[in-house]
């Protein structure tokens, strides 16, 4: 049975996903930011008869908490089959962090980068260590611009959000070509993928304008969390990772990338960018 850390792991996909790796008996590290939403997770998968994920509090928006959690992460295990890199959001209005991250930027690509880069020996430890992050078709709606990582001179909610998923897949190329490089990580991959449009509490959380559109296109077109989580589910557990080291995917194929998601220039580019603002070596 694989050891799993997964964040996001309080609410929709990340919470399906939890329950279903929990009901097939593999140890899981939930991080989240709600303690009662982390105890009724743990309550539910005990619940179904999977052993009881360990939970980790953290608001992984601010850099100082990814550190934190990294560690106590790191010590509770020595060994990561998979680490999921999984919480995200839209907000539909420009707000920072204490730390003066744009929180979009912050909560859905920063924290990718930092967690991983921090659990990176963890995963190497592991016989076959993978790094899963959740992206999205939306990506198509981003665009990185390296003069304004922080959005400050444009912004709108999914122009940006889908400029953080953007992120997540470029992170992703760049963190593969990284690891096949490295003699200390050959057999750790990483791979990405879109969920599918999900009936989940995604964009609840924003004004009314946002929110309602989003709920009226949940109602119309959007995926039970159990199809939503499947794409997922499959990256962190079949076999042969391998073979999609570096990919996108979606309903377990290949999905479309637009040529900004293709561009292994911006992948070195935004890993450089990453490290500059989070104080890590690149
Ligand atoms: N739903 C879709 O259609 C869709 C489509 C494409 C991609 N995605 C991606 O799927 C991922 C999961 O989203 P979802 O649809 O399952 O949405 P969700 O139901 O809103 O779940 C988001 C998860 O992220 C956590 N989170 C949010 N802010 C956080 C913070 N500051 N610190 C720590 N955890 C935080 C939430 O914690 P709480 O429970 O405490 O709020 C929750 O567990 C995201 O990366 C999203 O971009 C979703």
Wanted: proline letters at 4%.
């Amino acid at each position: 049975m694989a050891t799993i850390v997964l964040t996001g792991a309080t609410s929709g996909i990340g919470r399906q996903a939890a329950l279903s790796l929990s009901a097939a008996g593999h140890r899981l590290l939930v991080v989240g930011r709600n303690d009662t939403l982390l105890e009724a997770l743990v309550r539910d998968c005990t619940a179904r008869g999977g052993p009881a994920p360990e939970p980790f509090r953290a608001d992984l928006s601010l850099m100082r908490e990814v550190r934190r959690v990294a560690a106590e992460l790191s010590a509770a295990a020595p060994a990561i089959d998979v680490l999921v890199n999984n919480a995200g959001a839209i907000f539909d209005t420009r707000r920072e962090t204490a730390e003066g991250l744009e929180m979009t930027f912050a909560l859905n690509h920063v924290a990718y980068w930092l967690l991983t880069r921090l659990l990176l020996g963890n995963l190497a430890a592991a016989p076959e260590g993978r790094v899963v992050s959740t992206a999205s078709a939306a990506h198509a709606r981003g665009h990185l611009d390296f003069a304004d990582l922080q959005s400050t001179r444009r912004y709108t909610g999914w122009g940006v959000y889908g400029t953080s998923k953007l992120a997540n897949i470029l992170f992703t190329r760049e963190l593969a070509r990284r690891l096949s490089a490295d003699p200390r990580t050959p057999h750790v991959t990483a791979s990405c993928l879109h969920p599918g449009f999900v009936a989940t509490r995604f964009g609840d959380d924003n004004g009314l304008l946002m929110s309602a559109s989003i709920r009226a296109a949940k109602v119309a077109t959007a995926l039970s969390e159990e199809k939503g989580a499947d794409t997922l589910i499959w990256l962190a557990t079949a076999s042969d990772p391998a073979s999609r080291h570096g990919g996108f995917f979606e309903k377990r194929r290949p999905g479309t990338l637009t040529a900004e998601a293709r561009d292994d220039e911006a992948a070195r580019r935004l890993w450089d960018a990453t490290a500059a603002i989070t104080g890590e070596p690149a």
